[in-house]
């Protein structure tokens, strides 16, 4: 069964601000309850190597595809800092990218 351990301090971190992000909206779906126990394990393994690199995979899919969105949002939102919140998705994209090449080992 392959397992990926969460060694790397970029990997682990990654890891806990998804956990973080689902926990701040109080989630508890398959893609949330994955990432509280590889936060709490350090570790994945098996099909759960697959499901987080399916969510990573289509984060990153949404993420590239949604930039009318993003210019829309702000449109709307006039309030909201631009340039905080293209550097909060590029943060995202930055960590599922990381994230992504990981699991994909």
């Known amino acids: 069964m392959a397992k990926r351990e969460f060694k790397n301090k ?5 890891i806990k601000n998804i956990a ?6 109080q989630e508890m779906n398959e893609y949330a309850l994955l990432f509280y ?3 709490g394990d350090g570790m994945i393994s098996g ?12 984060g990153l899919n949404e993420l590239n595809k949604n930039i009318a969105w993003r210019e829309e949002f702000l449109k709307e939102n006039a309030a909201i ?5 293209l550097q909060n998705l590029k943060t995202i994209e930055e960590e599922y990218l990381a994230l992504q090449q990981f699991l994909s080992r």
């Open 37 to 39: 126990k590889a936060d």
């Open 10 to 14: 970029k990997i682990k971190q990654i």
């Open 20 to 25: 973080d992000d689902f926990r701040l909206t």
């Open 81 to 85: 800092d631009e340039i905080k919140m």
């Open 47 to 58: 099909a759960q190597i697959e499901t987080m690199l399916e969510y990573v995979t289509t």
